[in-house]
């Protein structure tokens, strides 16, 4: 398994359990943060945004 399939793995789990059942909607929509990006286009900075929300930092 490439590093990038652990990445997106990761990424899956990680929107599953901070965003419920949100987390495929969340996946698949273009991100500011994100430059217009989807979560899934960037995995290693989508993963960045959900352990900030996770830890309570939204800036």
Same mark, same amino acid.
């Given at each position: 398994m490439s590093i990038e399939e652990k990445?997106?793995?990761e990424l899956e789990?990680? /929107?599953q359990d901070?965003?419920?059942? @949100? +987390? #495929?909607?969340?996946?698949e929509e273009p991100?500011?943060?994100? /430059?217009g990006k989807t979560p899934?286009? @960037? +995995? #290693?900075?989508?993963?960045e945004i959900l352990q900030r929300i996770?830890?309570?930092?939204?800036?």
């Open positions: 990445r997106a793995q789990r990680m /929107a901070v965003l419920g059942k @949100d +987390a #495929e909607r969340w996946l991100h500011p943060v994100l /430059a899934r286009d @960037d +995995a #290693e900075q989508a993963i996770r830890h309570g930092i939204f800036a």
